[in-house]
């Protein structure tokens, strides 16, 4: 269990909340729910319903579409974001490589905390729009290297 100054010190270096005052980010870290998992274990799979976020405080956990996957997270890393704002399905798998501890948030204590500090919402937007962007540098890289050999099978 993290002590409430651990768990103030460790939410404030995690990217989604960094630009947060410590007052707001002492409201958030009080609400989140400690979770431990085994090695292994399935947090939660595609498809299903999801309100909640999560932070890896130890361990590793692998995001993964079946058996294709897609990253590795470790500790400061968060995953499950956008269900905290729609109510879609998940779109990938969390699965837990090693033992691993999380602090959660749910969709509901999130929402309680955005009516008390909106700036929160800010720092979430923000960091959604960075994530598209990258997403779509990633995906224009990808079709000019593959233009870029379909040109070269012309000539």
């Not at 002590?3 to 939410?11: C, K, N, P, Q």
């Not at 274990?41 to 058996?67: A, M, N, P, W």
């Not at 490589?97 to 929160?120: F, R, S, V």
């Amino acid at each position: 269990m993290l002590t409430s100054v651990e768990r103030l010190l460790f939410v404030r270096g995690v990217p989604i909340f960094k630009e947060l005052r410590d007052d707001f980010l002492v409201r958030l870290a009080s609400v989140m729910d400690e979770l431990s998992f085994p090695s292994k274990y399935s947090i939660f799979t595609e498809g299903q319903e999801g309100r909640s976020l999560y932070i890896v405080v130890s361990g590793k956990v692998r995001v993964h579409i079946g058996d294709r996957d897609l990253a590795q997270l470790e500790q400061g890393t968060f995953f499950g974001e956008m269900s905290l704002f729609d109510a879609e399905p998940r779109s990938a798998s969390i699965t837990t490589i090693e033992k691993c501890e999380c602090l959660m948030l749910t969709q509901m204590q999130l929402y309680d905390a955005i009516d008390e500090t909106p700036g929160i919402a800010v720092n979430i937007i923000r960091l959604l729009s960075r994530r598209i962007r990258e997403l779509n540098q990633k995906i224009n890289a990808k079709q000019a290297a593959e233009q870029q050999v379909e040109v070269a099978k012309v000539n």
